[in-house]
């Protein structure tokens, strides 16, 4: 069931943005009067087709959905008829077809614009502000975060929820600079804390930028109590039963789950002692932690997931929500931040300070898809329109193939006063194509380099 939503969420989400990315350079097209042979979603062989309007456009969807292309009249591709010569897209002023090739990305950003907009107008359910213990031996720790405190703001800027925490935090570590955050607690005793965010790690954005930097959202208590056993896990071969409550491991009171976490993970390889109780009945199990490295740190994990109190944790949530017009302006900003914040991990990977180990390929995508689909519509929304952003930043990239290379082409012409020649074109194509398959081909070996290591 899961494999086939996660399926069905990533055949739209493709769908939904390479039709309104194609959509863009169509309608601008359309718009200065070229002529529109074909619209296509997907390249390769055509599974479907029709041909309608009075230019007797081609509609096709074809086999390989990674892409799609808007093929309009040309005469650099095809002989053009006398009468038709003014409708080819060669020859259109240069500003026409900077326009038309631009509004790809463009139709992109809007997407997302609209998006975030109804999100934020619809209200966006999130966690509360609220610190959990900080890890020990973090900078959060060495901070003097406490659990309880709630965070309001951050560098001066209020923070309405755990999301726009997480999203303020790292940008901030992204660029080194330090962060200023007000805080308060449960007393109502309002302080400031400092976090030097200098020695962020940029390796690893895979995993959970904030819990490497020791902040931890606050969740109730838990009991000890296992609700699931993940299968072929050290829990599930060891004899551990949904149910089974752990009172104690090597002689030591357990009390709530937190404590059962903190002993695994300091274990990792060696064998633990625990003492369940498993109805009316008492018994000792022995398990040996599988020891798990990420991000430079080892520990231990026995793949066990604990019972939750649905209440105590719709406690612990809060609805965001915007007037239309204050919407618009959030919707905007968050749409600006997440381009800039994609070209700055670009140009970071491009100068080594980030590692290509977070270049994601659609393996991952797909996997995202499927989650966020799984958590609901305000999720999978959210999903579709930080793809849609990225799918416009690397558009805009200057590679030849791409909308940003034939950009760069057109600049290049406004200058020089002529067109590049088709030698150039040629080469720029041929590096363009090298360049994208390589790419595509180490962000399919990082998809599955994740999913073999779990």
Do not use: C
Not at 64 to 77: A, F, I, N, Q, S
Not at 169 to 183: I, S
Request: net charge positive; hydrophobic share 50%.
């Amino acid at each position: 069931m899961n494999f086939a939503i996660t399926v069905l969420a990533f055949v739209v989400a493709l769908g939904v943005l390479i039709v309104f990315h194609e959509f863009g350079h169509y309608l601008i097209a359309r718009l200065f009067g070229v002529k529109v042979l074909r619209f296509s979603i997907g390249f390769g062989r055509p599974l479907w087709r029709i041909r309608s309007g009075r230019d007797r456009t081609e509609w096709v969807i074809a086999a390989l959905p990674l892409g799609g292309y808007v093929k309009m009249l040309d005469e650099h591709e095809a002989p053009v008829a006398p009468e038709e010569a003014h409708r080819a897209f060669n020859r259109q002023r240069v500003w026409r077809r900077i326009a038309i090739v631009a509004a790809g990305p463009a139709a992109n950003f809007l997407l997302a614009i609209v998006f975030y907009w109804a999100l934020f107008v619809g209200g966006v359910q999130e966690a509360k502000p609220v610190v959990g213990t900080p890890d020990p031996g973090t900078v959060v720790q060495a901070s003097g975060f406490r659990r309880g405190e709630t965070i309001l703001k951050i560098n001066d800027e209020p923070m309405a929820s755990w999301q726009q925490v997480r999203w303020r935090l790292l940008q901030l570590a992204v660029e080194k600079r330090p962060a200023r955050v007000e805080v308060i607690d449960p007393q109502q005793r309002l302080t400031w804390r400092t976090l030097d965010l200098s020695g962020f790690d940029l390796e690893g954005f895979d995993s959970d930028p904030l819990a490497r930097l020791g902040l931890r959202l606050n969740l109730p208590d838990v009991a000890p109590v296992v609700d699931k056993i993940v299968p072929g896990s050290v829990a599930d071969v060891g004899g551990l039963r949904p149910g089974d409550r752990v009172v104690a491991i090597d002689g030591g009171e357990i009390r709530v789950w937190e404590d059962l976490v903190k002993a695994v993970r300091a274990r990792p390889g060696e064998f633990l002692k625990l003492g369940i109780v498993r109805g009316s009945e008492k018994i000792d199990i022995r398990l040996k932690p599988e020891a798990v490295q990420e991000n430079g740190a080892r520990f231990g994990r026995i793949g066990a997931l604990p019972r939750r109190d649905p209440q105590a944790m719709k406690d612990l949530v809060t609805t965001v929500r915007y007037s239309p017009a204050a919407a618009l302006g959030m919707a905007l900003e968050r749409t600006w931040e997440m381009s800039a914040f994609s070209l700055k991990m670009l140009g970071k990977m491009v100068v080594g300070q980030v590692s290509w180990k977070n270049l994601s390929g659609p393996v991952t995508i797909a996997d995202y898809a499927g989650q966020s689909a799984q958590l609901g519509i305000g999720a999978y929304i959210a999903f579709l329109a930080l793809i849609s952003i990225s799918l416009g930043v690397l558009n805009l990239l200057p590679i030849p193939l791409l909308d940003g290379g034939h950009l760069l082409y057109y600049l290049v012409e406004i200058f020089k006063g002529s067109p590049v020649s088709e030698r150039t074109m040629e080469l720029g194509q041929r590096l363009g194509l090298t360049l994208l398959l390589f790419l595509m081909a180490f962000a399919i070996y990082n998809d599955f380099n994740r999913l073999f290591a779990g």
